[in-house]
């Protein structure tokens, strides 16, 4: 066994390999942790980052980057809370997908008619996003105590969140895209080599404003999962939700150089991410090492991709 298979296994499976070591650390530590409510607490919680996660992994293996979803995020759950408030609380999280749509197709605009790189035109709309926010609530928060809009964060289903049931359909739906159509055919080969992409007449500009566009549809629907879940809308909703995400990504194994990745592997690193958090709770262990711990993965999980392209 050479060590290029091992690296390659483990590039591959090292996200999985730490989920199974930390849940059966977890377990023998705590008798609170492997408990079908715990789980499905995990889960629920972190469902509006995991649908993120989703669509940032089609950003990253087309080559780019968006660091504005957690601002889109914000834009989205204040809008839905105002909609809620002044119009219907139905139409308010059903607009709230289409609001983050809109401002994922202005990043993919920018981006490919500027041909500004993804990584310095999003930290600015981030910012524009972030004071629409909170130009939308005057600086105020909006609360919103109706049941007709607190369902989709708080209701279940067969003792399961109908945030859970969301989450499922849009993994399956991210992975039927990048794996099972030619828009995602499109995405790896852009990902993997740009410029043979468009000598082979791929529209390179239109599958990246698509994956721009539908990141900001997940960070639409995230939005109004939070906002739905808390009855409040807040322009600081979000905050730091776009590293975290980029993160999960990159611990799930997908190249930040583009060209290669899956659905699964983001989902696993937020699962990841989130079994962190969930255990150093559990323990009440200090805070600074949850961080420690957390940024030592991050850091081999980009040295294992490193030699991926």
């Excluded at 928060?141 to 969140?161: A, D, N, Y």
Aim: glycine letters at 10%; charged letters at 10%; aromatic letters at 10%.
């Amino acid at each position: 066994m050479n060590i290029d298979y091992i690296l390659n296994f483990l590039r591959n499976y090292a996200v999985l390999i730490l989920i199974v070591l930390l849940m059966i650390v977890l377990t023998l530590s705590s008798n609170a942790f492997l408990t079908p409510r715990n789980l499905l607490n995990i889960l629920n919680q972190n469902a509006p980052l995991a649908i993120i996660a989703c669509a940032l992994t089609m950003v990253i293996i087309v080559g780019g980057f968006d660091l504005s979803t957690a601002s889109i995020f914000a834009v989205a759950s204040v809008s839905a809370a105002w909609i809620a408030i002044n119009i219907n609380p139905y139409i308010a999280l059903a607009t709230a997908p289409f609001i983050g749509i809109t401002l994922g197709y202005v990043n993919g605009i920018i981006i490919t008619s500027l041909k500004v790189h993804s990584f310095l035109s999003t930290i600015a709309t981030s910012l524009v996003f972030r004071g629409l926010a909170i130009l939308i609530t005057g600086g105020f928060l909006i609360p919103v105590r109706m049941k007709e809009f607190t369902w989709l964060g708080r209701e279940k289903i067969f003792e399961v969140h109908v945030a859970v049931f969301v989450l499922i359909f849009f993994i399956i739906l991210s992975t039927f895209i990048l794996n099972r159509t030619t828009i995602g055919r499109y995405i790896f080969a852009i990902g993997g080599n740009e410029d043979a992409a468009i000598l082979s007449g791929i529209k390179v500009n239109w599958i990246k404003i698509f994956a721009f566009s539908f990141c900001g549809f997940a960070a639409g629907i995230g939005g109004a999962i939070q906002v739905s879940r808390i009855s409040m809308g807040t322009s600081q909703a979000g905050l730091g939700m776009e590293l975290q995400a980029i993160a999960a990504v990159i611990l799930g194994g997908t190249s930040i150089y583009g060209g290669s990745g899956a659905v699964w592997r983001s989902v696993a690193g937020v699962m990841l991410l989130a079994l962190i958090n969930n255990g150093f709770n559990i323990l009440n262990a200090d805070p600074f090492y949850k961080d420690l711990t957390t940024g030592i993965i991050i850091i081999a999980a980009v040295a294992l991709t490193s030699g991926k392209k």
